[in-house]
Each structure stands twice: as structure tokens, then as C-alpha cells.
T-cell receptor, first 117, second 113 residues
Framework: AQTVTQSQPEMSVQEAETVTLSCTYDTSESNYYLFWYKQPPSRQMILVIRQEAYKQQNATENRFSVNFQKAAKSFSLKISDSQLGDTAMYFCAFIVSGRGGSEKLVFGKGMKLTVNP | DSGVTQTPKHLITATGQRVTLRCSPRSGDLSVYWYQQSLDQGLQFLIQYYNGEERAKGNILERFSAQQFPDLHSELNLSSLELGDSALYFC????????????FGPGTRLTVT
């Protein structure tokens, strides 16, 4: 079974601080891609960052970076210099290429992050 | 703005009714995915279409069906609605078949009363 686990349901952090969101996943596949999506109160799903499993280098997008540990099947998101606009639900997800070109995102249950002024 | 559009934004209907949700993918995208987000089940994959053909099915009920038209827009049909079908329904699109990032529309909030 392919699953994603986000063990922390909720976190809060002060503005300008750094926060790390944890995620573990389970798959028997070797070729997959990992994502963090953000869902602010507007409910829009916004892609934050993407990591290819075959790449050893951790992805970085401005204030967002990941710590990808393939052997441990761990994929954490670090948000530096937190801003009020980072307040949102964060979902960890992955895709495994399926047969016939079918790929579906498998999501974790999400984690609510609140950034306080 | 992801470039994916969904209509309507909100829908309120009664049990037993049928509704149609519409999605227009980003320009150039051939794959469309439908997801359901409910409080108890989280985000669940329903179905995928690629260039008019069904490619994958997830946890989609038999009361639900979908199609993708020649202009690549997609519709999700929900029939014999039950209270438990109340959820946020997302459409996402991507350029082709492959593990590409999926771009989500704003969702349709369905409330069944």
C-alpha cells in the first residue's frame, strides 16, 4: 500500500522563526516524486516544492527547503523566516508512475500551521 | 492563479439529486484529475483522464462518473446524492502522463442537505 503519514496535526510558530514539518511515506517503488502542497484559508491547493526521488540533492524554493531521506522514507519541509501568509494547511504527497500513464497523488492528512505575529 | 478553472464555486442541493461539476484545464494540459476533499477522508483521488480517455480510477463511487471532452474540459457527474457526498471537489491538470506536478483549480464546494 502507498501511504503518507503526517504525524503532527497542528503547529504554531512566531513570525520570522523557522519551522519544520515532518512527513513519512511508504511505497515499494523506486521511481517517484514527492511534493508539498499548501492550502490557505482560501482552500486553493498551491504547490510549494517538488523533489524527484532519484535526486540526492534536496530541493529549495526561496524560503522553503526539504530534507529528503530516501532510505528512511522521510520528506520534511523547512520554512525559514516564517511569514503570516504561510498560515495554511500543508499536505505532503507523492506520485508513482503507474501503468498506462496513470499517476495519482497520494496525500497525507495534512498539518495546520499557524504563524503568529 | 493556477490557470485551472472550476464551476460552480458553490453548490447546494438536496439528497437524491444529480449535479455536474465542470473543469477547464490549463492551456496545453492534456491530463485532468478529480479529487474529493472531505473532513473524514482527507484528499482522495477519484479519476484521471488523458486526452479524452479514462486512465485511472481511484475511490470513485458508482454513482459518480466523469468524462473529458474534445476541447479537454472535464465534467464530474454526481447522482443520487447523499449527505456524505458533501465535500470540496478539486480538479487538477498537468501537461501529459507522467509524475508531473499537478495544478489545482479553486474547487467546487458541494453541500448536500
Amino acid at each position: 500500500a502507498q501511504t503518507v503519514t503526517q504525524s503532527q496535526p497542528e503547529m504554531s510558530v512566531q513570525e520570522a522563526e523557522t519551522v519544520t514539518l515532518s512527513c513519512t511515506y511508504d511505497t515499494s517503488e523506486s521511481n517517484y516524486y514527492l511534493f508539498w502542497y499548501k492550502q490557505p484559508p482560501s482552500r486553493q491547493m498551491i504547490l510549494v516544492i517538488r523533489q524527484e526521488a532519484y535526486k540526492q540533492q534536496n530541493a529549495t524554493e526561496n524560503r522553503f527547503s526539504v530534507n529528503f531521506q530516501k532510505a528512511a522514507k522521510s520528506f520534511s519541509l523547512k520554512i525559514s523566516d516564517s511569514q503570516l501568509g504561510d498560515t495554511a494547511m500543508y499536505f505532503c504527497a507523492f506520485i508513482v508512475s503507474g501503468r498506462g500513464g496513470s499517476e495519482k497523488l497520494v496525500f497525507g492528512k495534512g498539518m495546520k500551521l499557524t504563524v503568529n505575529p | 492563479d493556477s490557470g485551472v478553472t472550476q464551476t460552480p464555486k458553490h453548490l447546494i442541493t438536496a439528497t437524491g439529486q444529480r449535479v455536474t461539476l465542470r473543469c477547464s484545464p490549463r492551456s496545453g494540459d492534456l491530463s485532468v484529475y478529480w479529487y474529493q476533499q472531505s473532513l473524514d477522508q482527507g484528499l482522495q483521488f477519484l479519476i484521471q483522464y488523458y486526452n479524452g480517455e479514462e486512465r485511472a480510477k481511484g475511490n470513485i463511487l458508482e454513482r459518480f462518473s466523469a468524462q473529458q471532452f474534445p476541447d479537454l474540459h472535464s465534467e464530474l457527474n454526481l447522482s443520487s446524492l447523499e449527505l456524505g457526498d458533501s465535500a470540496l471537489y478539486f480538479c487538477a491538470s498537468t501537461i501529459g502522463t507522467g509524475p508531473y506536478e499537478q495544478y489545482f483549480g479553486p474547487g467546487t464546494r458541494l453541500t448536500v442537505t
